[in-house]
């Protein structure tokens, strides 16, 4: 009976001590992380399931081990140029490197420190673009790549502004993404074309709509140095830039040399004949005086090949591609004809160097990979490289003047 009666106490000790809920009582809210434990682990599992097995893939690379290699930016002759800056997830190097040169040009020949937009650019490249689609009904090119003497082209049709007045980032974005915005572009111009729907201003006005809500909408107007400008004359009074003493070279022995020529890759989607085709010790000439006579040069070309190294930083052409003395016209032609050089990156070439009796050339880029280690944003090009795989130039034409008459 003591056994009970002291667990009947306890159970009342207990019990007085545990305060009841009444449906009537008055609760409070209060915010708190939500939890799911069990869902969360099994959504793990499952994932890990779904998911193939990550196999790591090796590239074929050169080693670079024990190469009297450049190191530094310090060692090279350089010319001012703004710094780098990264161009995001998108395909628009061409405008990248060109705009660089732009700026590195108005520095050059009116002492001025201008930041230039890209994306304005860009914005109506892409409007021009989709006009070509509609007038070609749908056989036109439509992507985010394009040539560096697009650049001029834009400059002079629809002017340009300084970077502070159109970035194309959205508030709080960091960097460029354009995956969704070309997406969503590219479906647009392909449904009407399935649908043979050729009105033109009407794609371009969605186009447009599309590009503003992605890069929002560029200026008609902009203030600079405490004076307003439209863009046009931005590009005209400011600028002060005239697109026709820049020209455009290239070196492949598929076209007649010593005159201009279409470049024929996709990114040429207007089909320009401005390019200057002219033998590769000429165009190699070229270069070497250009860079050594204080000018910057907009290059494009190949970049994925095994001797270049976003870590080491340089891109050579391995003897066992080539040895150095068999580069020439048909080398260069036998890769660009079977697609083994491609039109693959604009980049701004931008000082150079002499090392070990051969050129090496410094390279400011814009891509991803030139930011993984110091000195960011820069490559060394070895002349090889250049002489084999860089397919086309641009630069003023007085620093050319002296070694080919460009003609029409």
């Not at 890990?48 to 002759?77: C, H, I, Q, W």
């Not at 354009?178 to 729907?197: A, C, G, P, V, W």
Request: with cysteine; charged share 25%.
């Amino acid at each position: 009976m003591k056994k009970y009666l002291f667990y009947f106490l306890s159970f009342t000790i207990i019990f007085a001590g545990t305060k009841s809920y009444s449906q009537n009582e008055k609760t409070k809210a209060i915010f708190v992380e939500p939890k799911s434990e069990f869902y969360e682990e099994m959504t793990k599992e499952i994932e890990t399931y779904n998911t193939p097995a990550k196999v790591n893939n090796k590239v074929l690379r050169v080693d670079f081990t024990g190469m009297d290699l450049p190191k530094s930016l310090s060692e090279f002759t350089s010319y001012w140029h703004n710094p780098t800056v990264s161009q995001g997830q998108t395909g628009t190097c061409w405008a990248f490197s060109t705009t660089s040169f732009f700026e590195s040009e108005i520095y050059r020949l009116h002492k001025k420190e201008i930041k230039l937009s890209v994306i304005f650019t860009v914005y109506w490249e892409y409007v021009e673009k989709t006009r070509r689609f509609v007038q070609e009904r749908g056989n036109s090119v439509f992507g985010e790549g394009s040539e560096g003497n697009a650049v001029p082209r834009i400059y002079e049709k629809y002017g340009a502004v300084p970077l502070e007045s159109y970035t194309g980032l959205l508030p709080d974005q960091v960097y460029h993404d354009h995956s969704k915005l070309f997406d969503e572009m590219n479906n647009y111009l392909q449904t009407i074309k399935k649908n043979n729907s050729w009105n033109e201003e009407e794609a371009v006005a969605t186009i447009k709509d599309i590009m503003n809500h992605y890069l929002g909408t560029p200026p008609t107007k902009v203030n600079y140095d405490g004076s307003e400008y439209t863009p046009k004359e931005f590009y005209q009074n400011v600028m002060k830039l005239k697109v026709d003493d820049y020209v455009d070279i290239v070196s492949y022995s598929q076209e007649p040399f010593n005159q201009k020529v279409e470049y024929t890759v996709p990114d040429n989607w207007w089909h320009s004949k401005d390019y200057y085709n002219v033998p590769l010790e000429t165009y190699m000439k070229l270069i070497k005086n250009a860079i050594r006579n204080g000018y910057t040069i907009a290059i494009g070309g190949d970049v994925s090949e095994p001797g270049y190294d976003s870590h080491v930083k340089c891109a050579i052409i391995p003897t066992f591609d080539i040895p150095s003395e068999y580069i020439n016209d048909d080398a260069r032609e036998f890769r660009f004809s079977n697609g083994t050089t491609g039109d693959d990156h604009g980049l701004h070439m931008v000082g150079y160097m002499t090392k070990n009796g051969k050129d090496w050339f410094l390279i400011k880029d814009s891509g991803a990979g030139s930011k993984n280690v110091e000195p960011k944003g820069y490559y060394f090009y070895h002349e090889d490289y250049v002489k084999l795989k860089i397919m086309d130039f641009m630069v003023h034409k007085d620093a050319v003047g002296n070694l080919v008459n460009i003609r029409n």
